[in-house]
C-alpha cells in the first residue's frame, strides 16, 4: 500500500525542502563528473577584458562616424581631430576605471549582480570625472559622448558581461567546467547545508573537493565526498582553489586557516549565518577593534517602493502599448477556438498584506475546468491547493502554445497598471494555499505579487511548494530595482526557450 497523499500543511515543512534540495545534490554527485581546474579565473578574466576593451572601442568608434557625418551646427564647434583625441583619452580612462572600481575581481565576476552595479558606476564616474575636468579648466566636451557614447557603451558593456556569464553557467552546469575544487570545513550539519548549496548552485563555481567534519561525526555525511581529518587539515589547504568555513571553528581556528593560507593563490570564505540574506543589506561595521556585521532591516515603504511603484507604471504601460496588436490578435483566437467562454480569465488571489484581487489571464482551458479540478487531483494523488499536472485534459488548443510562451499571463500587465500586483514580485498565491501558510510563509505577502519573479526564473511549473516559497521569501528580504531589472531580463529568455511551463 502506497504513503497516503500529505497534506498541503505537511507539504510546507521545511524538511520536505531540504529533502528534495539533497536529492538534487545527490544526482550531481551521481552524474556530473567536473573537470577541476584552479585557474579558470584568470582565463575567463582575460576574456571579460577584451569584451570590455571591444565595447569601449566600438561605441566611442560609433560615436566619431556619427559626429563626422551630422552637419557643424548640430555636431557643435569641436573639431573632428580634438573629438578623437577626446574619445582616446576618454576609453583609456574609461577602461582603467573599470579595473580601479575591481569590476573584474573573483568574488563577483559571472555571478553577483554586485559585477553589474560596479559596472555602471565605472562608467558614470569616468563620464562624470570627465564631465568636471571639462568644466574645471574650460574644455571643449562634446554632448555627443553623453547621448551616444555612454550610453551605448554602457548596453554592450552589460550585455558582453551577461553573454559572458551565460557561457560560463551552461560551461558549469552541463560540462562540469570553470568550477574551483572547494575543502568545506565545520561541524557535520553545517558542512552537509553547504555542500547541498554548493551542488545545487554551481553558478556559484566551487565544487566540493573534500570535507573536514570537525564534531567527529564525518560517518554521518550523506554525500560520497573524500573526508579529511581536522588534524591532517593543514596538508590539504594548497591541494584546492578555496577552502570555506561553514560553521563550528571559533575565531583563533579561523585566524589560523587564514595565517596558513597567506602565502597560497587558494580563496578563504566564510558561510554567514543568514544565508538568504545578502546584497546591499549586509556590510561591516568596524570600531576601535570591534568588527561587527551591519544588517539593515528590510523596509517595505518610502521612497523605494515608491520608485518600484513607478517602474511597474512604466513597464506596464510601454507592455500594453507594444503589445495591443497581439492582445487583439490573441483574444480572436482564443474565441475562434472555444467561442462559448469568455476571452479572459479571472480568479481570486491573495495580494499585499493577505487582501484578495481579481488576476487577469487570457483563457487557456475549457469552460468547466473548475468543475473538473476535483476529479483530475483524485486521480492524480495530489493537493488541490497547488494543482499542476502536465499533460492537463482541460487545457485548450490554442491554452497549450499560450501557456508555454507565457502568452497568457500578459493581461496581468494591467493588474500592475491599477495596482494590484507588481511586475516582479512573489508568485501570486491562490487563498487556500494561504490558509497552510505559517507564519514565516506570510512574509510574502508584505510586498505585492508579481508577474515574474526568482520563482519564474528558477523553474517556474517544475518548482515544489516548498521550493516556491523559499525563493519567494528570499525576494521579499533581498528586493532592489536592480534585482529586478535582472529578474525581468532573465525571465525573457526563460520564456523563450519555453522552459518549465505547462
Known amino acids: 500500500m502506497g504513503m497516503p497523499p500529505r497534506s498541503p500543511a505537511d507539504r510546507l515543512k521545511p524538511r520536505d525542502d531540504a529533502l528534495v534540495q539533497t536529492q538534487k545534490a545527490q544526482e550531481r554527485i551521481a552524474t556530473l563528473h567536473p573537470n577541476l581546474d584552479?585557474?579558470?579565473?584568470?582565463?575567463?578574466?582575460?576574456?571579460?577584458r577584451l569584451m570590455d576593451m571591444f565595447a569601449v572601442i566600438v561605441s566611442l568608434g560609433i560615436s566619431v562616424v556619427v559626429r563626422s557625418i551630422l552637419p557643424f551646427t548640430v555636431a557643435a564647434t569641436l573639431r573632428i581631430e580634438n573629438y578623437?583625441?577626446?574619445?582616446?583619452?576618454?576609453?583609456?580612462?574609461?577602461?582603467?576605471?573599470?579595473?580601479?572600481?575591481?569590476t573584474r575581481r573573483r568574488n563577483v565576476i559571472g555571478t553577483s549582480m554586485a559585477e553589474y552595479q560596479a559596472v555602471i558606476q565605472a562608467s558614470v564616474l569616468t563620464f562624470g570625472f570627465a564631465a568636471i575636468v571639462s568644466y574645471a579648466f574650460m574644455l571643449e566636451l562634446s554632448r555627443m559622448l553623453f547621448l551616444l557614447a555612454l550610453p551605448l557603451g554602457l548596453l554592450m558593456l552589460l550585455v558582453g558581461r551577461w553573454v559572458l556569464r551565460s557561457r560560463l553557467n551552461a560551461r558549469r552546469n552541463k560540462q562540469g567546467l570553470a568550477l574551483t575544487p572547494t575543502l568545506v570545513v565545520g561541524q557535520l550539519a553545517d558542512v552537509d547545508a553547504v555542500v547541498t548549496d554548493m551542488l545545487n548552485t554551481l553558478e556559484a563555481g566551487y565544487w566540493p573537493q573534500a570535507v573536514c567534519v570537525i564534531d567527529g561525526k564525518s560517518d554521518a555525511f550523506a554525500y560520497d565526498i573524500p573526508r579529511v581529518p581536522y588534524d591532517e587539515l593543514s596538508s590539504h589547504l594548497k591541494r584546492v582553489g578555496a577552502v570555506i568555513v561553514a560553521g563550528g571553528l571559533d575565531a583563533q581556528q579561523t585566524k589560523q586557516l587564514a595565517?596558513?593560507?597567506?602565502?597560497?593563490?587558494?580563496?578563504?570564505?566564510?558561510?554567514?549565518?543568514l544565508?538568504?540574506?545578502?546584497?546591499?543589506?549586509?556590510?561591516?561595521?568596524?570600531?576601535?577593534?570591534?568588527?561587527?556585521?551591519?544588517?539593515?532591516?528590510?523596509?517595505?515603504?518610502?521612497?523605494?517602493?515608491?520608485?518600484?511603484?513607478?517602474?511597474?507604471?512604466?513597464?506596464?504601460?510601454?507592455?500594453?502599448?507594444?503589445?495591443?496588436?497581439?492582445?487583439?490578435?490573441i483574444a480572436v483566437i482564443i474565441k475562434i477556438d472555444d467561442p462559448k467562454g469568455p476571452i479572459i480569465f479571472t480568479q481570486d488571489r491573495v495580494g499585499l498584506g493577505g487582501k484578495t484581487f481579481r488576476i487577469h489571464k487570457?483563457?487557456?482551458?475549457?469552460?468547466?475546468?473548475?468543475?473538473?479540478?476535483?476529479?483530475?487531483?483524485?486521480?492524480?494523488?495530489?493537493?488541490?491547493?497547488?494543482?499542476?499536472?502536465?499533460?492537463?485534459?482541460?487545457?485548450?488548443?490554442?491554452?497549450?502554445?499560450?501557456?508555454?510562451?507565457?502568452?497568457?499571463?500578459?493581461?496581468?500587465?494591467?493588474?500592475?497598471?491599477?495596482?494590484?500586483?507588481?511586475?516582479?514580485?512573489?508568485?501570486?498565491?491562490?487563498?487556500?494555499?494561504?490558509?497552510?501558510?505559517?507564519?514565516?510563509?506570510?512574509?510574502?505577502?508584505?510586498?505585492?505579487?508579481?508577474?515574474?519573479?526568482?520563482?519564474?526564473?528558477?523553474?517556474?511549473?517544475?518548482?515544489?511548494?516548498?521550493?516556491?516559497?523559499?525563493?519567494?521569501?528570499?525576494?521579499?528580504?533581498?528586493?532592489s530595482l536592480l534585482g529586478d531589472i535582472v529578474i525581468v531580463l532573465k525571465t525573457a529568455m526563460v520564456v523563450l526557450r519555453g522552459s518549465g511551463s505547462y
Open 38 to 48: 584552479s585557474n579558470w579565473y584568470l582565463r575567463y578574466r582575460r576574456q571579460v
Open 84 to 102: 578623437i583625441m577626446t574619445c582616446i583619452g576618454l576609453g583609456i580612462g574609461w577602461f582603467f576605471m573599470l579595473s580601479l572600481l575591481k
Open 259 to 273: 595565517w596558513e593560507l597567506e602565502s597560497s593563490d587558494t580563496e578563504l570564505l566564510l558561510r554567514p549565518m
Open 275 to 329: 544565508t538568504d540574506i545578502a546584497g546591499p543589506r549586509v556590510s561591516m561595521q568596524v570600531a576601535d577593534g570591534l568588527a561587527l556585521m551591519h544588517l539593515d532591516l528590510p523596509r517595505f515603504e518610502g521612497y523605494q517602493l515608491v520608485i518600484k511603484r513607478l517602474f511597474d507604471i512604466a513597464v506596464a504601460v510601454l507592455a500594453l502599448l507594444l503589445l495591443s496588436p497581439l492582445l487583439l490578435v
Open 362 to 479: 487570457f483563457r487557456s482551458m475549457v469552460v468547466d475546468a473548475e468543475e473538473r479540478l476535483a476529479a483530475l487531483v483524485r486521480a492524480q494523488g495530489g493537493q488541490q491547493a497547488m494543482f499542476k499536472m502536465k499533460d492537463d485534459p482541460r487545457i485548450t488548443r490554442v491554452g497549450r502554445f499560450i501557456r508555454k510562451t507565457s502568452i497568457d499571463e500578459l493581461p496581468q500587465f494591467w493588474d500592475v497598471l491599477i495596482g494590484s500586483m507588481s511586475i516582479v514580485g512573489p508568485r501570486p498565491a491562490l487563498p487556500q494555499e494561504v490558509a497552510t501558510y505559517s507564519q514565516r510563509h506570510l512574509r510574502r505577502l508584505l510586498i505585492k505579487p508579481g508577474i515574474t519573479g526568482l520563482w519564474q526564473i528558477r523553474g517556474r511549473s517544475d518548482l515544489s511548494i516548498e521550493e516556491s516559497i523559499r525563493l519567494d521569501l528570499r525576494y521579499v528580504e533581498n528586493w
